[in-house]
């Protein structure tokens, strides 16, 4: 297939999901007012630390069999072979989701005890595990969507579980006033009613196979990723904790507010990752994948670069539009919180030649190396810097990740990625964050800094001839499809 149709499917199916991912974002936004309406502030504590327990919880028990069911699923075109890998991921992702609601049941009251100080929160806790029983397995159902690049339909079930789930919070919280509980069971009510009707949609594939040797394969290459997502964790969240102990909770909701709008990014980088996989290993040609490897990730920190470089030049403006005037200095930090998402991208494009060369043994020393980072920075920069010592310290782990991958993933599945080009789209955003910011000329300047960046590269010579043409041939026939020059 041309490189221009392979990128154009990438990007119809992470607009797709793009389009799911935002749905689920402003409904998100919508049951905050309920939330706090409804719940007192332990409540809510209480709903967000069983979130967080559950969440690194989940990492252990899936053991990577999610990232592994992706590569092995493309490594056989037959039938019989799919399905083997289908099943295998099925039954030992049930096993091990029934494992951890088992253990829940049993260890309920102590986990409330310790993390609540009173056994009385129990039911709360075996909320969250049945939570966790129900996420493990959707989430793995749902995968077989996006290995079939059947983006709608994923999208179609995602909305369904976000209306069902939105249905029955407000009826457990609003109308029955469950509190808490009814926020948690809420939450998974929607993800157990679709995960039922998709086990009766796939009831032909998911048959009472199971290979050993198949999932010991599997496990090889999924176990090593487990301590990679754990500290990819540590990398994410304890900057807050950081802050939290060495400033002041003041300081921690600042830079909470800036984290919510550079989290922008997180939608567009969310839309790539499901799009991602997929697509990368279903190109069965080493020499078309490595081709295609390189341009996405020459265009991916273009796009990331252009909505960082918007998100830091018009930040001032962003947060007095949503938050009080108290919160003003949050917008110091949404530059390089949002720019740490554009290296954090990057890592997750080049990662991909590992997973291709089935190579992850050494994938968590890149990411603990990046943990390690983080922690040493938010140490020493936090205390006589506050927020803009932890912002600081998110950027450089994440830049430490990118490099420690670009050096792993080349010496294994080398691929000729356009380093003038990924240097030039990134140093072009820094360069007009840094005019915007120095020059201080307010809103008249920063929006037009912000729109100007696609054509900044151009005198920049980032623009490869192919491109111009495209884009030139577009300009001038613009209701005709321009010829696919990227061949």
């Known amino acids: 297939m041309p490189l221009g149709a392979e990128l154009r499917r990438l990007g119809k199916h992470s607009a797709i999901y793009g389009l799911g991912g935002l749905v689920s974002r402003i409904l998100a936004v919508l049951l905050l007012p309920l939330y706090t309406r409804y719940l007192t502030t332990s409540d809510y504590g209480k709903v967000e630390t069983l979130i967080a327990l559950t969440t690194v919880i989940g990492i252990v028990l899936r053991m990577g069999i999610h990232s592994a069911f992706f590569r ?131 009831r032909e594939q998911l048959g009472l196979e199971f290979d050993r040797g198949l999932l010991r394969e599997m496990n090889r290459f999924g176990v090593p990723l487990v301590p990679t997502a754990l500290f990819l964790w540590v990398t994410n969240f304890s900057d807050r904790l950081f802050l939290v102990k060495l400033a002041d909770t003041e300081e921690v909701g600042l830079y909470s507010v800036g984290v919510r709008i550079a989290s922008a990014m997180v939608l567009l980088l969310t839309a790539f990752r499901l799009a991602w996989p997929a697509f990368a290993y279903s190109i069965d040609d080493d020499r078309e994948a490595r081709r295609t490897y390189a341009f996405v990730l020459t265009y991916l920190v273009a796009l990331t670069t252009w909505v960082a470089t918007s998100l830091a030049l018009l930040s001032p403006w962003i947060v007095d539009w949503i938050a009080a005037p108290a919160f003003a200095e949050s917008s110091r930090v949404v530059g390089p919180l949002a720019f740490s998402t554009v290296a954090f991208a990057a890592y997750i494009a080049v990662a991909i030649g590992v997973g291709r060369a089935k190579r992850t043994q050494f994938n968590w020393v ?122």
């Not at 469950?178 to 009613?193: A, H, R």
């Not at 932890?390 to 691929?415: D, E, K, L």
């Not at 929006?447 to 920049?460: E, G, H, K, Q, T």
Request: aromatic share 10%.
């Open 72 to 202: 092995f699923y493309f490594d056989s075109k037959e039938p019989a072979d799919r399905r083997r890998v289908v099943r295998t991921s099925f039954w030992f992702t049930m096993a091990m989701a029934t494992a951890g609601l088992a253990a829940g049941l049993l260890l309920a009251a102590p986990i409330a005890d310790v993390l609540f100080g009173s056994t009385g929160d129990a039911e709360l806790v075996l909320a969250a595990f049945v939570g966790l029983w129900a996420g493990m397995n959707y989430e793995q159902l749902t995968s077989l969507f996006r290995v079939e690049e059947r983006s709608v339909a994923f999208v179609s079930a995602s909305v369904a579980n976000i209306l069902l789930t939105v249905g029955a919070t407000l009826l457990l919280v609003v109308a029955l006033d469950k509190g808490p509980i009814g926020v948690i069971v809420g939450n998974f009510t929607g993800t157990l009613i679709v995960y039922a009707i998709l086990v009766g949609y796939r």
């Open 366 to 487: 890149v990411t603990g190396a990046a943990a390690l980072v983080n922690i040493a920075l938010n140490l020493l920069l936090i205390p006589p810097y506050g927020m803009m010592g932890a912002a600081v310290a998110t950027v450089a782990s994440y830049s430490t990740m990118f490099i420690g991958m670009v050096w792993w993933s080349q010496r294994i599945y080398p691929v000729p990625y356009q380093w003038r080009r990924v240097v030039t789209a990134a140093a072009a955003g820094l360069a007009l964050v840094a005019i915007g910011k120095l020059t201080d000329a307010g809103l008249p300047i920063a929006l037009p800094l912000a729109l100007v960046y696609p054509l900044v590269l151009l005198p920049l010579g980032f623009y490869l001839p192919a491109e111009r043409r495209a884009v030139g041939a577009r300009l001038r026939r613009p209701t005709r499809p321009g010829p696919d020059s990227l061949t």
